[in-house]
């Protein structure tokens, strides 16, 4: 089955967003489940000249641009945990929505650059509305958006939990011990990394084996 990683990047005012991110197995339409992440990181397209496009734009009105980004660790780490539950085994898309849209692979920095006023919060909060916009159709989501304690970070985070207790969607993940936090589904440690995989897994297993029922 054909696996494909695609997004969509937006460059405004000096800023790059994605939003729109998804796994896409095979060609069915139907959603799998979804996942939360932070940020974006270090997004980027596939097409290096495409991506090269994009980083130069330094024009005033918007460089959107829609393709295949390139398949990096965290999402083989999701990609390997919806093989082995055999969740994606019709086919079908596995949403990938993030707290916040800024594209930046320095965590601090992106949180410093939230009080820039060329920052667009639409964007940048784009994920939470088209979750909630697409909630009647997502039977889970894997929580994974990590322990940083910011904050505005944790602010979100609330916002986020409060919206998914609200809608009873069932959820998978790492939970830390402090509130709000959860594991990244792509651990620092790399001999964590295949733990995480076989925690999620198992969880996603015994989830779709009581909706079936």
Request: hydrophobic content about 30%; proline content about 2%; charged content about 30%.
């Amino acid at each position: 089955m054909d696996i494909q990683v695609k997004g969509t990047f937006t460059k405004r005012k000096g800023f790059i967003y994605t939003t729109e991110t998804l796994i896409q197995f095979g060609e069915c339409v139907k959603i799998i489940g979804s996942c939360i992440l932070c940020n974006p990181g270090s997004a980027r397209l596939e097409d290096k000249e495409e991506q090269k496009k994009l980083e130069d734009y330094c024009r005033d009105n918007d460089y959107i641009i829609k393709g295949k980004i390139y398949e990096d660790a965290t999402m083989k780490q999701l990609i390997e945990i919806l093989k082995i539950s055999k969740a994606c085994k019709d086919g079908g898309k596995f949403l990938i929505h993030n707290i916040f849209t800024l594209r930046n692979g320095n965590m601090d920095k992106a949180l410093k650059e939230f009080v820039d006023p060329s920052i667009d919060e639409e964007l940048l909060y784009k994920d939470y509305n088209d979750y909630t916009a697409l909630q009647d159709q997502i039977d889970w989501t894997l929580i994974g958006w990590g322990c940083k304690d910011n904050k505005v970070l944790n602010n979100i985070k609330r916002e986020w939990i409060n919206n998914i207790s609200e809608n009873e969607v069932s959820t998978i993940g790492l939970k830390h011990h402090k509130d709000p936090h959860y594991y990244h589904p792509l651990p620092m440690i790399y001999d964590k990394r295949k733990e995480y995989v076989n925690i999620a897994s198992a969880q996603l297993i015994d989830l779709l084996k009581e909706s079936s029922q």
